[in-house]
């Protein structure tokens, strides 16, 4: 029986924690955050983290499956891809399609070959921001990663974050929440409007965000000014 994501990650949350104690067990600890992944939403299949280096290196640790190390080495071997524009670059950078995807021609269909549909991922940073990571989630569907998907796994990514000590006061946990936070409010603007379904408001951003080549967030960013002018005007 499959749990719901909201019901099992109090459970999974508290697995991690029980592996932080100290000394911590680092290639422990990242295992048990990947598996309480893949085990709390039920349509991730893979899990993985990215982690750059001070040489400017990136490398994959604790991945669930094979798969999940094999697609993050194509995104680094490729130079594009999800996991390699999260970890350098974007907060958030989700794929619905990976096969129809144009902003990866290289990696989308290889991804897709390789029995991958849709994948996510979610940046973390070092706390004096020159190092960076990110937690890469992939699905073997496209159109799989919902809202709930979205929001859980950001907050798995903080836990990689707090584990890694890159996370260590309540100011840095709640930056490293705030992309996740806008959306929310945003995708709650657009239900409310349009009479949407949280799914259906989350893709609504989504495609906005990629018809216009426009960052998610940005996209999040100006819904809720307009709704703010708006409120403001009546």
């Not at 190092?131 to 979205?150: C, I, K, P, W």
């Not at 840095?172 to 408001?201: C, F, K, W």
Request: proline share 4%.
């Amino acid at each position: 029986m499959v749990l719901d994501p909201v019901d099992s990650l109090g459970t999974a949350m508290a697995k991690v924690a029980a592996t932080m104690h100290a000394p911590v067990d680092m290639p422990a600890t990242l295992q048990a955050i990947t598996r309480a992944t893949v085990g709390t939403l039920p349509n991730v299949d893979y899990v993985s983290i990215s982690l750059t280096r001070d040489d400017g290196q990136i490398v994959t640790v604790a991945p669930t499956a094979p798969l999940a190390a094999e697609a993050d080495a194509m995104q680094y071997q490729l130079g594009e891809g999800p996991c390699l524009e999260a970890a350098l670059d974007e907060p958030v950078v989700l794929s619905e399609n990976l096969a129809r995807d144009a902003r990866w021609p290289s990696y989308g269909p290889t991804a897709a070959k390789a029995g991958l549909g849709s994948q996510v991922a979610f940046q973390f940073l070092a706390q004096h921001g020159h190092v960076r990571g990110a937690l890469n989630l992939y699905s073997e569907q496209a159109g799989a990663l919902d809202a709930e998907t979205m929001q859980i796994g950001s907050l798995f990514a903080t836990q990689v974050a707090i584990t890694m000590g890159w996370v260590r006061h309540e100011e840095d946990v709640q930056a490293a929440l705030y992309t996740r936070e806008e959306i929310g409010v945003a995708i709650g603007i657009l239900m409310e409007r349009y009479s949407l379904t949280r799914d259906g408001a989350f893709n609504f951003l989504v495609r906005t965000s990629q018809t216009g080549n426009v960052k998610l967030r940005e996209v999040a960013a100006g819904i809720i000014d307009e709704a703010g002018r708006a409120s403001g005007a009546g």
